[in-house]
């Protein structure tokens, strides 16, 4: 699958009750309730020039899904440039951590919360909290740096400081 790309708002939440009613008031529709488990790997060292590099495993409802991506901070939003592969068996876990080493396990819960090329993603993340994180989909037709401010804007009152960096760095900062 080719790379794909997001603009994203990350940032610690106290209370998703006022995040719920703004959705419902933009019209977000809410998709479901899941559990999810990603396992971060360790990666040889490699070009950082365009972000920082991640592969992870997240497993959900007994499948598993491979994710490489890059991240980095740009225009006062996280981007990150991606790809995923699809595995029914999540046991692959158990060979990327012999080749690669587990860097951190985050467990979390998650409430999705969808409307046109936007995920709402309401995490609660073991050992971290509560993270409101806004993925605006790079899709023809959308100017996603809009509407990454427009949603800035409009969950702003309800934000706590942003998260720069990945669940995985939370949580080995948690553990710490």
């Not at 990350?10 to 959705?23: M, T, Y």
């Amino acid at each position: 699958m080719g790379q794909r790309l997001n603009r994203e708002i990350k940032a610690h939440c106290g209370d998703f009750a006022p995040v719920r009613q703004v959705l419902r008031d933009i019209g977000a529709i809410f998709v479901e309730v899941k559990d999810q488990v990603d396992s971060y790997y360790y990666l040889p060292a490699g070009d950082y020039s365009e972000g920082t590099r991640r592969f992870k495993l997240r497993v959900e409802k007994g499948r598993g899904e491979l994710v490489y991506y890059r991240e980095r901070q740009e225009n006062g939003a996280r981007t990150s440039r991606f790809q995923t592969w699809e595995t029914g068996d999540p046991r692959i876990g158990e060979v990327l951590d012999a080749a690669l080493g587990t860097k951190a396990v985050v467990r979390k819960q998650r409430e999705l919360w969808t409307k046109d090329n936007v995920l709402f993603n309401l995490d609660t993340v073991e050992g971290v909290g509560q993270i409101l994180e806004v993925e605006v989909k790079d899709w023809d037709g959308y100017d996603i740096d809009s509407q990454v401010s427009e949603y800035r804007d409009l969950f702003g009152p309800c934000l706590g400081p942003d998260i720069h960096g990945s669940n995985e760095d939370l949580v080995a900062e948690a553990s710490r």
